[in-house]
């Protein structure tokens, strides 16, 4: 009998409790936790499933890149620190990722929980913390008591005493990060005690960058498909993408359709002239070009005293910028 479940990440494991068959899949590499800073998901589905591999691995490693695999899985420390940022994963850098996506916590509120995340470090009980004894107040006690990723982290292992001391390394240093990272979220800091109207005009601010990062990761996509695209193109098509035109155009009547696509072509040429225009006032806003070298420029940022030459139209077009 097949069944389904998730991790803290709603990632799906698939297991097969059949008599003749005992299979596990991870789907460890997702959109959701792409942008993530800090231990990964995928130590913790590692850990999860090492027996298996080990015994997969057994029955027949078929290249050098397996053999290598199976080597590591034998070691202690390998698998002890796939058991540790399993741990850091599940009761720190997931249950703090899901407050940064909580639309309920604003970006003035969330200091509260940095504040927090700093106080837990600081006062990290090792044993307890490995026993899923100490906890965040936004780690999902349910998913704790029913993941069976969890419950593999948390169960007595005999090499528990290296997962210890390689925790006592990970997480002074961790500690040390947050609070440079974190400093204007902490007591002190530049946001430590926001008053109610710096709260209402940031409700809207978002807490992540990952908007952004779609709109690079479209505009990669392109670049690398149609290299010769003018960068017109690609702003229109990155807005296309994003503002799901396609999907909109779909729900109007055919007649509304047809209208609007014959409005656009009409604006063709004035879109182009307006771009061409935008174009040229960011030229003109440009340090000057190298003399004698028309397509490069010299950059100056503040506070810096060097000067840095860009062949800037070409890099934004190539998307090196």
């Known amino acids: 009998m097949a069944y389904e479940q998730t991790n803290f990440f709603g990632k799906k494991i698939y297991n097969s409790d059949t008599a003749d068959s005992d299979i596990t899949v991870l789907e460890i590499s997702d959109e959701s936790d792409s942008d993530i800073i800090g231990p990964s998901p995928a130590a913790s589905n590692v850990f999860f499933v090492a027996d298996k591999m080990s015994a997969y691995l057994e029955a027949g490693a078929s290249n050098r890149l397996l053999l290598a695999l199976q080597f590591d899985l ?66 999902d006690r349910q998913k704790v008591l029913n993941s069976r990723i969890v419950l593999s982290l948390v169960k007595p292992w005999e090499h528990d005493d290296k997962v210890h001391v390689i925790l006592q390394m990970i997480i002074p240093a961790l500690t040390g990060v947050v609070k440079r990272l974190l400093a204007d979220h902490l007591v002190g800091g530049k946001w430590n005690n926001p008053t109610e109207d710096q709260k209402y005009k940031t409700l809207a601010i978002p807490k992540h960058n990952k908007f952004c ?12 498909e149609k290299p010769n695209s003018t960068v017109l193109a690609m702003e229109s098509y990155v807005l296309f993408c994003h503002n799901k035109t396609l999907e909109w155009l779909s729900n109007k009547p055919a007649g509304e359709r047809h209208s609007l696509l014959e409005m656009a072509r009409k604006d063709e040429k004035k879109m182009r002239e307006k771009f061409k225009a935008r174009k040229k006032v960011i030229e003109l806003e440009l340090s000057p070009s190298v003399p004698g070298f028309p397509s490069w420029y010299n950059i100056k940022y503040a506070g810096d005293l060097a000067i840095y030459t860009y062949k800037l139209l070409e890099d934004y077009k190539k998307g090196d910028l």
């Open 213 to 224: 990062e779609s709109v690079f990761g479209y505009l990669d996509r392109f670049i690398r």
């Open 74 to 139: 034998q070691i202690p420390e390998y698998v002890a620190g796939c058991k540790a940022l399993g741990l850091l994963s599940e009761f720190i850098t997931i249950p703090l990722w899901c407050c940064l996506e909580d639309s309920n916590i604003s970006i003035m509120d969330i200091g509260v929980h940095f504040k927090e995340l700093v106080a837990y470090l600081e006062e990290m009980d090792y044993q307890k913390f490995v026993e899923r004894n100490y906890l965040m107040t936004r780690v």
